[in-house]
């Protein structure tokens, strides 16, 4: 299975990368628009050769043959947004549209895009479901928007492709050693506070997140890749999501986190606090997707890698 990845120095792009390496049936070509960002991991490793190729977006072409299109490009940590701005609306629709072009000449490929949570441009006063509606102020919109509304846009773009084989996958909450501490993210900072035995400071207000392991999200995908070609969009999900005050005292205790609490800090970056930011919604069970571990299982084996290598330099 010949699959073309874009946005493939993204930090998410590179642990799938990492993982779909593992698997014999998998070859890859690497879009990006800088090699020199792909990990050393990945470019200088024995397996390269034979089944990985790094290439420009020049390079892509409707006449070369892929079986599945994954794409990572938009992005989705905090202080990349901030400084895109509007941007991301061109940017995202740029590379969307290359992809369609492609599976619309090659029916036979499958589309997968990587969407968010934010998609829902909801509230999260409840969390995701099949039935959520949009809850929006259409004459009041702000920069924390833009992400949200990207996303929803090239979905609704996705939907209306009905004979397309595109499958959405909003990714509510992930967190891997790879992670840069610099994102922006809670887990970032925490990861950060960690590492430079510093104080975490932190909203007080007991948030809920669903944090999705690097192997479930290749399981994920895998999966999607191993079905049928169907239009549809799918949410990610762990076992069972965390709150924050028990994420909180947990890494406090295996890992000496100090925190203080501030109510002056809000949560998100670049969205507002969304108190209950994942989902009910598990349509890609059916396709035989079933998680591993628990956002805190997955967080507390990544977090022993950022340790690790820590004590290792």
Not at 102 to 125: M, T, V
Request: aromatic letters at 10%; one cysteine or more; charged letters at 20%.
């Amino acid at each position: 299975m010949h699959i073309a990845i874009f946005g493939a120095t993204s930090e998410i792009a590179h642990d799938l990368i990492l993982g779909f390496i593992k698997d014999q049936r998998f070859q890859l070509t690497l879009f990006c628009r800088d090699a020199s960002k792909i990990s050393s991991e990945i470019s200088s490793g024995a397996f390269k050769k034979q089944r990985i190729k790094i290439a420009s977006f020049d390079e892509f072409g409707l006449k070369k043959k892929y079986s599945a299109i994954v794409n990572f490009i938009g992005a989705g940590d905090p202080v990349r947004l901030k400084k895109l701005g509007g941007e991301i609306f061109q940017i995202t629709n740029q590379f969307d549209d290359l992809a369609i072009e492609y599976i619309k000449n090659n029916n036979d490929c499958q589309y997968i895009f990587l969407s968010s949570g934010a998609a829902y441009c909801s509230d999260f006063l409840a969390p995701a479901s099949h039935d959520t509606k949009i809850d929006l102020s259409i004459n009041k919109l702000s920069p924390k928007n833009w992400y949200g509304l990207t996303k929803l846009y090239a979905e609704s773009k996705h939907r209306s492709l009905s004979d397309l084989g595109i499958v959405d996958v909003r990714v509510f909450s992930y967190f891997s050693h790879t992670q840069k501490i610099t994102s922006g993210y809670l887990m970032s900072d925490i990861a950060r506070a960690i590492s430079n035995k510093t104080t975490l400071y932190t909203s007080s207000e007991n948030i809920i997140r669903d944090y999705i392991h690097p192997s479930d999200f290749a399981q994920l995908i895998t999966r999607i890749l191993e079905a049928p070609s169907q239009n549809l969009a799918v949410d990610c999900y762990s076992l069972n999501p965390v709150e924050k005050y028990q994420l909180l005292d947990c890494l406090g205790s295996l890992y000496g986190l100090q925190y203080e609490f501030s109510n002056n800090l809000i949560n998100s970056a670049t969205s507002g606090t969304k108190p209950n930011y994942f989902s009910e919604n598990k349509i890609v069970a059916s396709l035989g997707y079933c998680p591993a571990l628990t956002s805190i299982q997955g967080i507390v084996k990544e977090m022993d890698l950022v340790v690790k290598n820590l004590n290792n330099e």
